[in-house]
């Protein structure tokens, strides 16, 4: 990953500018804001056993802890990937607490400065905000929303 | 930022737990939760079939200390492909005897993590937590968590009824006025 002190760009920009680690999932690329990565690693035994959290894969052992693996191609793309290349480890916010959880991510992370436009009132709760980069429009995701399990009646909704 | 490494508890406290198979799935249960391990066949005689209680995972009870205990199939609660159960766990402080296919070694932890939030499901009542064991991930399953209140309510009901209707047979009479055998 390319840090954000190597980019080497103007103070005043960099006022406007936040830190968004860029990742790949299938063809498509989102953002998350840096500060709520822990790092990139590969792709590790998942151990699974019975639950009925349908967005939880299973649980990798990462430095001694246990993270839970969480699904989020299926809301973000429609389909499942089965081709992966790594776990991004993300913090999750709940109400209380936060805690780590890795998602499944098919290509190299790249951690850029953008700035981030503000949601519009029609976006998915899982959206919060978007950047523009190499010439694409990018989702910035909201990690915490895009985690909570779908109700099945707002599945059936949407 | 880093994942940072799992703080070492200031005291390691192992606790001995059994890992047993279920569906083919490995689980683990505090040893300390486990009154007895019964085969099923020894149990053939005193289980007494439960029909139209609703709760599919219970087909027996038990009689036990004055108490009944429900025979709670560990392939249906955890919706696994079904085995056949050869052992039951007589679980303490709870009316739930676990039928299991198999022991497969008794251990100690010195770990237990909570259950991720990420878990959502019932889960969160079935399992005590997670532990890593020889780099396997084993879910430490809650004694408390095979039966709910409203299950042991809807299995009393299902007892009750059958006691009724078998009293009801006993005191019947035959046309000819004697008690029916």
Redesign the interface.
């Known amino acids: 990953m390319t840090s954000a002190s190597q980019l080497e760009l103007p103070s005043e920009l960099q006022q406007e500018l936040q830190s968004v680690v860029l990742l790949r999932l299938g063809d498509r690329r989102f953002a998350i804001a840096?500060?709520q990565?822990?790092?990139l690693v590969a792709p590790s035994?998942i151990?699974r056993?019975?639950?009925?959290?349908s967005?939880?894969e299973g649980?990798i052992?990462?430095?001694?802890?246990?993270?839970?693996v969480?699904e989020v191609a299926e809301r973000l793309l429609g389909k499942r990937i089965l081709d992966r290349r790594f776990y991004l480890?993300a913090?999750?916010r709940?109400a209380s607490?936060s805690?780590?959880?890795a998602l499944p991510v098919t290509g190299e992370c790249e951690l850029i400065n953008a700035e981030i436009t503000a949601p519009g009132e029609d976006d998915a709760p899982h959206v919060s905000g978007w950047i523009s980069h190499d010439g694409n429009v990018i989702e910035v995701l909201n990690v915490a929303a895009l985690?909570t399990?779908v109700s099945p009646v707002a599945e059936a909704r949407s | 930022m880093r994942l940072a490494p799992r703080p070492k508890p200031a005291a390691l406290k192992s606790e001995q737990i059994i890992l047993f198979r279920v569906g083919g799935a490995l689980f683990a249960i505090s040893s300390a939760s486990v009154q007895e391990v019964k085969s099923v066949d020894s149990l053939a005689g005193a289980a007494a079939e439960i029909k139209n209680s609703g709760i599919k995972k219970v087909r027996h009870a038990l009689e036990r200390d004055d108490q009944t205990l429900f025979v709670v199939n560990g392939t249906m609660h955890f919706s696994l492909p079904l085995t056949p159960g050869t052992l039951v766990f007589i679980l303490y402080e709870t009316r739930t005897a676990l039928l299991i296919d198999r022991i497969e070694k008794m251990t100690s932890m010195t770990h237990l993590q909570a259950l991720p939030s990420a878990f959502s499901g019932p889960e969160r009542l079935w399992y005590r937590g997670l532990t890593a064991l020889d780099q396997t991930v084993v879910p430490v399953v809650s004694p408390d968590g095979f039966l709910t209140a409203d299950e042991l309510f809807l299995l009393d009901a299902a007892v009750a009824e059958k006691s009724a209707l078998q009293n009801a047979a006993a005191n019947a009479l035959t046309p000819q006025g004697e008690p029916a055998k």
């Open positions: 840096a500060n990565i822990s790092e035994r151990f056993f019975p639950h009925r959290s967005n939880v649980v052992l990462r430095r001694g802890r246990i993270v839970p969480c480890i913090l999750r709940y607490q805690e780590w959880i985690t399990p």
